[in-house]
C-alpha cells in the first residue's frame, strides 16, 4: 500500500471505498469541497453519479467515518440535511459502528449505512494495485504553478472544478470547463508538453465537462437531433439561462447604460446588433453537433469516466496514445479552439 500506509485510517478508508463504488459503476469524486460565497462549510467525502437510465441519473452524497468513536446517529443527520440543501438524491453513511439499531434508524429516515463490519472488511482487503493515484498524490503531482501565469497553481484550479459539480451540472459548468481545458492545452503546449499537472487538469476537466452534458442531456434526450442541436448551442452561447434571459438582461443593460450617458454615443439598435453579433460569433455549433448525435448522448457517462481514469492513472498517457473514441473529444476541442491538432495529436 506504500503512500496508503503512511496515510490517515480516514484516507485510506476514503480511497478504499473510492474504488468500491467505482466497481459498481459509479463517477466518483473524492473530497469535493462545498463553498458558500466565499466560506468553505463542509467536504463531501464521496461524490457519486450514475445514469440509471435515458431520464434519470442517480446523485449522492458519501459521509466516512473511520474512527473509534464515530457519532453515527449524528453523522447520519448532517448527511442528510447535505443531501437535501444540495437537491442531491440518496446519501450514505460509512461507520465503523456496528450496532443494529444505527442501521434501523438510517432505514428509518432512507440513509443507507454501511457498518464496521463492512467496513473493516473493505480496508483489511483493499490493495492499491489497480493502476490509479490517490487522491493525495494527485494533490501533490498539481501543487505546481502553471506555465503560463505563475500566481496559478493547479491544485486550486482541480479544488475549484470538483466543487463545480456541486452546483453547476450545467451549461454554466459546462462553459467554465472548456475554459479550464483551453488553459490546460495553453500550458501544456507552452510546456512542449512536458507538464503532467496541465495534461491531468485537461482530462480531468473534459471529464466534467462530459458529464455536464449527461446530466442535461437527460431532459433532451427525447428530441429530435435538430432541437437538441439548437439547445446545445443556446446553452454553450448563453450559459444555463438561455437565450431569452440573456436578452432579458441585455436590454436592461442597454437601458441603464442609456441613462447613465450623458451624451448620445450610442443607439439603443447599434448596441443591441453589437452584442448579438459577438454573442452568435461564439463558435457553438461544432460543440453542439458532436453532443447532439444519439450514438454519443448514450455514451457520455461512459466516456466521462473513461476521461477521469486518465486523469489518476499512475501511468499517464499523452493525447496521441489514448483510445480512439477519447482522442475524437480531444479532437473537437482543440477544434473549438482553433488548436493545430497536430501540436497535440
Known amino acids: 500500500m506504500s503512500a496508503l500506509k503512511k496515510a490517515s485510517k480516514g484516507a485510506l478508508a476514503e480511497e478504499a471505498l473510492r474504488h468500491y463504488f467505482l466497481s459498481l459503476g459509479f463517477f466518483v469524486s473524492r473530497g469535493v469541497k462545498f463553498h458558500f460565497q466565499n466560506f468553505e462549510i463542509t467536504d463531501i467525502d464521496l461524490w457519486l453519479y450514475h445514469k440509471e ?75 492499491d494495485a489497480h493502476g490509479q493515484i490517490s487522491e493525495e498524490e494527485i494533490i501533490n503531482i498539481l501543487d505546481v504553478q502553471t506555465y503560463t501565469n505563475s500566481t496559478k497553481k493547479w491544485s486550486l484550479i482541480y479544488e475549484k472544478c470538483k466543487r463545480y459539480l456541486l452546483d453547476n451540472l450545467n451549461f454554466n459548468g459546462a462553459n467554465i470547463y472548456l475554459n479550464v ?36 442531456g437527460r431532459l433532451f434526450s427525447s428530441l429530435s437531433s435538430d432541437e437538441r442541436k439548437n439547445n446545445l448551442i443556446d446553452g454553450f452561447r448563453y450559459g444555463e439561462s438561455g437565450r431569452q434571459r440573456a436578452n432579458e438582461i441585455l436590454k436592461t443593460a442597454i437601458t441603464l447604460a442609456e441613462q447613465s450617458t450623458a451624451e448620445n454615443l450610442f443607439t439603443r439598435s447599434l448596441l443591441q446588433k453589437e452584442i448579438e453579433k459577438e454573442l452568435s460569433a461564439y463558435p457553438a455549433e461544432g460543440l453542439a453537433s458532436y453532443f447532439s448525435r444519439s450514438d454519443i448522448l448514450k455514451s457520455l457517462f461512459d466516456t466521462s469516466k473513461q476521461f477521469h481514469s486518465l486523469a489518476l492513472a499512475k501511468s499517464l498517457k499523452p493525447p496521441d496514445l489514448i483510445e480512439s473514441n477519447l482522442k475524437a473529444y480531444i479532437g473537437l476541442v482543440v477544434d473549438h479552439f482553433k488548436v493545430d491538432r497536430k501540436k497535440i495529436l
Open 53 to 127: 437510465t435515458t431520464l434519470t441519473r442517480d446523485i449522492i452524497n458519501v459521509d466516512i467515518k473511520n474512527k473509534k468513536t464515530p457519532q453515527a446517529i449524528e453523522r447520519i443527520f448532517w448527511a442528510k440535511g447535505l443531501q437535501r440543501v444540495l437537491g442531491f438524491n440518496r446519501c450514505i453513511v460509512v461507520t465503523t459502528d456496528k450496532r443494529p439499531a444505527t442501521r434501523e434508524f438510517g432505514e428509518m429516515h432512507n440513509v443507507t449505512i454501511l457498518d464496521g463490519n463492512f467496513l473493516n472488511r473493505l480496508t483489511t482487503n483493499y490493495t
Open 181 to 216: 481545458i483551453y488553459d490546460s492545452l495553453e500550458d501544456f503546449l507552452v510546456s512542449s508538453k512536458k507538464s503532467e499537472a496541465a495534461l491531468r487538469i485537461l482530462y480531468f476537466a473534459l471529464s466534467y465537462l462530459i458529464l455536464c452534458i449527461d446530466y442535461k
